[in-house]
């Protein structure tokens, strides 16, 4: 069964702490994303990645940075957390299809910033 | 960009079909259009796909009329464990996938 993993599920942290949210894949995908999930508001992109070492801006990219070293993992950063970034984040994956994409999710990472 | 409209919620009973439409511009012929469910505390899932005129998988149907600025998801007899968030993503080929707000789907017995 092909996976999307998130490392963490619940996590806390207080504020202007570093955090990592890491996600991995193990389809052979191209294209990683991160998304953050917050009521009312649907899923917003943060960050996504199309290749190793790219990595691309989605609509709400402040606050946050990326890593993509390997093509199997992305991880989401922030620099020093703050208490609006409490949410829920998500990764997903997809196979390089341009028009058909279908996204593989993770099962989220609910963080809390104290 | 193709930005999405969804109904904010919709109520059904069990066994009742249900219609979940999603206005979108800028789609073009062959841009799929993808739906997704979402359970609590879970992350999204797919539930099908198209870009023609009708498309039928084991759990839904999509419907997507010749202008193509709309899109209908079909569920049909719905029971209590489809209540859950439903998405949908036209990809017109941009690799930057945004979601909208989502349909909240609430079925009741």
């Known amino acids: 069964d092909v996976k999307v993993t998130q490392s963490s599920r619940y996590l806390v942290k207080r504020t202007g702490e570093k955090v990592f949210l890491e996600c991995v894949q193990d389809m052979d995908h191209e294209n990683m994303f991160w998304y953050r999930q917050d009521p009312g508001l649907g899923l917003r992109l943060i960050y996504f990645?199309?290749?190793?070492?790219?990595?691309e801006k989605g609509d709400i990219p402040e606050g946050y940075s990326v890593s993509r070293e390997k093509k199997e993992r992305f991880s989401l950063i922030l620099e020093s957390a703050s208490t609006n970034q409490t949410s829920m984040y998500l990764c997903?994956?997809?196979?390089?299809?341009?028009?058909?994409?279908?996204?593989?999710f993770g099962a989220g990472s609910r963080l809390t910033v104290l | 960009l193709a930005k999405t409209t969804q109904p904010i919620s919709m109520d059904s009973y069990e066994g009742q079909e249900v219609n979940i439409t999603c206005s979108h511009n800028n789609i073009a012929t062959n841009d799929y259009i993808t739906w997704y469910q979402q359970f609590p505390s879970q992350g999204p899932r797919f539930i099908i796909q198209?870009?023609?005129t009708k498309v039928t998988n084991e759990v839904a149907s999509l419907f997507i009329p010749a202008d193509r600025k709309s899109s209908t998801l079909s569920l049909p007899r719905v029971s209590l464990s489809d209540t859950a968030v439903y998405y949908c993503l036209p990809d017109t080929g941009r690799r930057a996938l945004t979601f909208g707000s989502g349909t909240r789907l609430q079925v009741q017995p």
């Open positions: 990645s199309y290749d190793v070492k790219m990595k």
């Open positions: 997903a994956s997809t196979q390089q299809d341009p028009g058909a994409n279908v996204l593989t």
């Open positions: 198209g870009y023609k």
